[in-house]
């Protein structure tokens, strides 16, 4: 029975890491400037009219189709900021520290699930009143994995498996107390057996005795 709360134990822990595994905290880490975020973010526009926002896995994306201004600018597309960051933008995978998250051209993308969706950001950098500001515009992509399982093929797998083996373990736990019961029948039968063999019979000497006492008693 060791055996079978270990496997329990480690099947349920798996289980609960597939659902979970997604809903994991990110720690985010202090920046040093402000960031603006789609509507407080209005002085940046984007234009996606030649940007392809839908893919398959492990395809590359090609970021300098988006077009981008602030304040009526036009602004150019850089993979990196440098010093002359000025009227430039760049593509960013994260929203909470995206001057360390700026993404190179022709990244390719990738997804676990069959359908999967994901963020990216136009980032632009600004220098206001001595603080560093960074406007942000969200672009929402769709990415196709058709040799992904999806997720609840996976939990009906997991699940058919645990009850297959809670099945098994109870079978297993019925089949051993019906052989212990029946053990214990059989040990108890022979124990009456031995206990009626063991009772005491008159023996031949015994017997003699008592024809030689009858006889002598006739006498």
Avoid at 70 to 76: A, M, T, V
Avoid at 97 to 125: C, E, F
Avoid at 137 to 157: E, Q
Wanted: proline residues 1%; neutral net charge.
């Amino acid at each position: 029975m060791k055996k079978v709360k270990l496997f329990c134990s480690i099947l349920l822990a798996f289980i609960f890491s597939l659902f979970s595994f997604s809903s994991c905290n990110k720690q985010t880490k202090q920046i040093d400037y402000i960031i603006k975020k789609d509507q407080e973010a209005a002085s940046l526009v984007i234009n996606l009219d030649n940007f392809k926002k839908e893919y398959q896995t492990n395809e590359e994306i090609d970021f300098s189709t988006i077009k981008a201004s602030f304040d009526n600018k036009e602004l150019k597309y850089v993979e990196k900021l440098s010093e002359n960051y000025i009227d430039s933008f760049f593509i960013s995978s994260s929203d909470n520290d995206p001057l360390n998250s700026i993404l190179q051209n022709k990244s390719t993308v990738s997804g676990n699930n069959k359908q999967n969706s994901i963020n990216i950001y136009v980032g632009h950098k600004e220098i206001e009143h001595d603080s560093t500001i960074v406007y942000l515009a969200t672009i929402n992509l769709s990415i196709n994995n058709p040799s992904a399982v999806d997720k609840w093929v996976i939990y009906l797998i997991m699940s058919l498996v645990f009850i297959a083996f809670g099945a098994f373990a109870c079978l297993k736990s019925y089949k051993d107390k019906k052989k212990r019961n029946m053990m214990q029948i059989s040990t108890s039968s022979q124990s009456q057996h031995n206990k009626n063999d063991n009772q005491v019979k008159p023996t031949d000497d015994n017997k003699y005795k008592e024809e030689c006492t009858s006889d002598d008693e006739v006498k």
